[in-house]
């Protein structure tokens, strides 16, 4: 029984979360310092970009999450602190600002950052901000709410989910905010993600299970096809639910990768959805693959195809596009036997079978793709594995927003 | 001593183009098929998209080139002859009309499509219009514009060059037209590039002439990623230069591809310069490599990047998304070793030394990145290998072209 819940990061025993403007950004209505923390140390585990120009805060963090514990993550927003000379001392000096306001060890704080590429990065306003930081922690939605809002770029809406479930009898929660709507293709994480979640659960346990996850769910999730530098998508787990510690595959762990598979899908669609300048979300379904790698690329291929993201904006069902991304995309098919659909709350309109173009009426397709959330389904009649991704249309408002960014 | 000279693909001996409307498109007044014919049986090579779903007319060409001959290229717009059930049968049956026009074989003809994916392809305004077509051919540079127009789908400008080289003491002459502004990504050759020659060399030494070349040209080139079903790059060869037939690596074989990188290099940059919705055109120069893949991965994921794209359109100086493409280009690079300038005729604005951000004029920078081309210099320090790609900015017009392309 997994069941939709209030409190974001903070629905897990154990944990607050708050956030505020301390002056990284100079508008000073919105909140650019973020900061999650646990009663207790928790186990942890993460996943990282896998762009070679890494974020200072990447390296940081990865070092702490090394032993596979930490208790308390903080995250600016404003400026990646990326591609700076003294990057990794500032992101450790965070650490050290962090580490003495809550009493926990710096090896213990895990550490984000986004914004701009290669803008000189101070503690100042951090330091600074630290009292009033501590002081907005709260172990209610609110407080998720705030980090939330702290983390956020470009993003139009604050992303959070979570759920409860039962494991070995006991009641557990997992909760996640996340934010990333440009420079997003992750290949490890998305921008930004953080999980909260109360089971007891062994380190390498939860690295499995995070691993294992952003193959279907952050790895199939494109705004841009911009790998980001800074892609982080941390978990952490505080023991207090008190269910039998899982420490091996079974039963439970496999119930705990459902649910945690339960909100990293809801968090790339939410992104996806909110993609930079996005009006429509597109799902694209591949099944009848070869191998699970064959529909992993297949379906990726068709939601980071610019052609394909611009026709659902204009809502004009040019099928052939996905056919060309189809045939592109690296993966093992037969054209011969693709079929694809377009599907959305307004109906289906079949486009392809068999390889070849069907004719349909124009005004069915248009109502079919003028909807918010379009489903592209895509047989290749080739063997039983699928995969899903997500994506969003190319808009004028994706070409405003990057053309100047950083004014 | 190789010279610009007039003449586009009538520009080598032995060679009429023409084109006409039929009636494949509505628009009366777009012509939309072009001939281009040699008075002789020519040498003949062709580079085709790697896309799986491949063209009717690609499947098509490569059959009737197999041999390494062919004496006309006929080809049309407004209808990509693409998944369609009965495509191949259409593509020969083009092939037929224009052999009994020009009395031809069939084997002979070079058949080429480009427009809207998936629409039924009747060959009837072909055959109605074959004599308007065959009466449009001359030797001129009116003839070569005619098929140069003919074939533009959403390319604002037709695409021509020629230049005149020697050859063991023979002057001779290289041409080209092309088309193809969306969809661009080539795996093997650009939407459709057609290169005539009066050189005397063998099938083998003309495809090997040609395969290699697209590494560097046409295959680094991006206007949105999305590799299309019928990219075909074709070059006839008539002899008529009368310089000693090349047949084997050597001095003339040198010089030859010399000559013709710079026919394809030219139509590269004509191509990305009018990308769909393209404001500038974007050369990025990456020296310093270790091996030429890497040089080439690195340039390459800098012009396909949308947010480097954006950027350039904006005129904002983000240099930091050029790094975070180089990180996840896939080529080998020390990020410490990386600096990053933009070029144009407004001078030179330094982004990045050692891979460290430096400070700049915002006032220099926009008057740098507003001019019509800029230029992306990037120095990896790790070697000697260099690579240049091409692409566009993206813009408003990207999207509102392919929001609604087929109306």
Chains 1, 2 share one sequence.
């Not at 705030?146 to 039962?166: P, R």
């Not at 996340?178 to 997003?184: E, F, N, Q, R």
């Not at 705004?223 to 039963?251: M, Q």
Request: hydrophobic share 40%; charged share 25%.
């Amino acid at each position: 029984m997994i069941k939709k819940i209030a409190g974001g990061v903070c629905a897990p025993k154990g944990f607050r979360a708050g956030g505020v403007h301390c002056g990284i950004r100079k508008n000073k209505i919105k909140k650019d310092l973020a900061l999650i923390v646990s009663d207790m140390r928790c186990v942890a585990a993460g996943v990282y970009t896998t762009n070679l120009v890494k974020g200072a805060p990447v390296v940081v963090t990865r070092s702490h999450l090394a032993d596979g514990y930490a208790q308390a993550v903080i995250v600016n927003s404003g400026n990646a602190n990326t591609c700076n000379a003294d990057g990794v001392e500032m992101a450790e000096k965070t650490c050290l600002l962090a580490s003495s306001a809550l009493s926990i060890p710096a090896e213990d704080i895990a550490v984000g950052s986004t914004g701009v590429i290669g803008l000189k990065f101070s503690t100042d306003p951090i330091e600074a901000g630290m009292q009033e930081l501590i002081s907005s922690l709260s172990g209610d939605e609110a407080g998720s709410d705030a980090a939330a809002e702290a983390i956020m770029t470009t993003d139009t809406v604050k992303k959070s989910v979570s759920y409860s479930f039962e494991l070995g009898g006991k009641e557990c929660r997992i909760g996640a905010i996340a934010k990333g709507v440009g420079m997003i293709c992750p290949n490890m994480a998305t921008m930004l993600g953080f999980i909260t979640t109360d089971i007891a659960i062994s380190p390498a346990m939860l690295q499995a299970a995070l691993s294992k996850d952003v193959k279907t769910s952050f790895n199939m999730l494109s705004v841009d096809r911009d790998t980001s530098t800074n892609d982080t998508l941390l978990i952490l787990a505080s023991g207090l639910a008190g269910n039998p510690e899982i420490t091996a595959r079974g039963k439970d762990f496999t119930a705990f990768c459902r649910v945690l598979h339960k909100v990293t899908v809801a968090l790339c669609r939410m992104l996806a959805s909110d993609g930079e300048g996005a009006t429509k979300l597109i799902e694209c379904r591949v099944r009848g693959a070869k191998t699970a790698k064959d529909a992993r690329l297949a379906a990726k291929a068709v939601v980071c195809s610019d052609l394909v993201k611009t026709m659902i904006f204009g809502a004009d069902a040019n099928g052939g596009r996905v056919m060309c991304a189809l045939g592109y995309s690296g993966a093992k098919l037969d054209i011969g036997k693709v079929d694809v659909d377009f599907r959305s709350k307004a109906g289906v309109l079949s486009a392809y079978r068999g390889g070849a173009a069907l004719e349909f009426s124009e005004e069915h397709a248009k109502k079919v793709l003028s909807e918010k959330e379009i489903r592209i389904e895509i047989s290749l009649g080739d063997g039983k594995q699928r995969a899903t991704a997500w994506g969003c249309d190319l808009t004028y408002d994706y070409v405003k927003i990057n053309g100047d960014y950083r004014t």
